[in-house]
């Protein structure tokens, strides 16, 4: 794992039709409108935030815990319109011993089935893959979460099986997981 790659500066990525790139202060708006929407959050272990100052002090934890090696959150932005976050993907729980990461995303309702995560995910597997020289990257979804799975399955990953009754996820409990991965030697681009 070259963590240095990732946590060394802020890496900005991109493909022909997107950026993922650092959350800013004055993305608040944005942001606000990801959070503060319930759906965005339906199966998720995050709980949507209804006020506005708790998000924008999210945003300085953005960069706290990129500094402090922990986790590493991108914005997602259209070439077109590259100051208009549509949403958010993450790579966090960065194992060493195992060269593995799980990664999450999320967008703003009003782009949702798009093809925007599937393509966000493509971006952030290449450089995790390429330059992080990442063995092993993962997610775990919600056993109803079909729009997530889709994103998934379309870029390689393949379901290991569930976990049952295995995370105490905020907001809903003790609740069943599915876990997908990709390897190294799987991808192909």
Known sequence: MNIEAVFGQLPGLKSDRFLLKKIENHHLEEVFEIYNNDKVFEYCGIIPKHNKDTVNNMIGHFERDYNKRSKVKWGIFA?????????????????????????????????????????????????????????????EVMPLNEASKKVLLKNGFIKEGTLRQAALWAGKGIIDLEIYSILKADYVK
């Open 79 to 139: 070439q077109a319109e590259p100051d208009r976050l549509l949403g958010i993907i993450e790579a966090f729980d960065f194992n060493q011993k195992v060269n593995g990461v799980t990664i999450g995303y999320f967008l703003s309702e009003l782009h949702w089935g798009k093809g925007i995560a599937t393509e966000a995910v493509g971006i952030l597997l290449d450089y995790l893959f390429k330059a992080g020289s990442i063995n092993r990257i993962q997610a």
